[in-house]
Nanobody, 114 residues
Framework: VQLQASGGGLVQAGGFLRLSCGAS????????MAWYRQAPGKERELVAS???????IYENSVKGRFIISRDNFADAVYLQMNGLKPEDTAVYYC?????????WGPGTLVTVSS
């Protein structure tokens, strides 16, 4: 699988960004997808996930602010991030599990200024 995330950038607190991740070399519609993030000095954490059937899970701190979605025709997963806070600053990674191993894209940096 190849994963390529985009859409990161610098935004002021309260602003919004939409991350996109294109996937290739997999039958995308059959795969659960997820967004993770890693802030400086912290461990990588799950932000949101979406199953092949469209069920979603969110990390508590982003509930009500972030929305994960997928487009099986475009082989893409998205993360709409609203009401951004400085503590959302991190590198965001698109991820899936292929052949029993978690696979990562190269990540996209999100910086939220106060």
């Amino acid at each position: 699988v190849q994963l390529q995330a985009s859409g990161g950038g610098l935004v002021q607190a309260g602003g919004f960004l939409r991350l996109s991740c294109g996937a290739s070399r997999i039958m995308f519609r059959a795969y659960d997808m997820a967004w993770y993030r890693q802030a400086p000095g912290k461990e990588r954490e799950l932000v949101a996930s979406i199953t092949s059937g469209g069920e979603t899970i969110y990390e508590n701190s982003v509930k009500g602010r972030f929305i994960i979605s997928r487009d099986n025709f475009a082989d893409a997963v998205y993360l709409q991030m609203n009401g951004l806070k400085p503590e959302d600053t991190a590198v965001y990674y698109c991820s899936t599990i292929e052949r029993g191993l978690r696979r990562w894209g190269p990540g996209t940096l999100v910086t939220v200024s106060s």
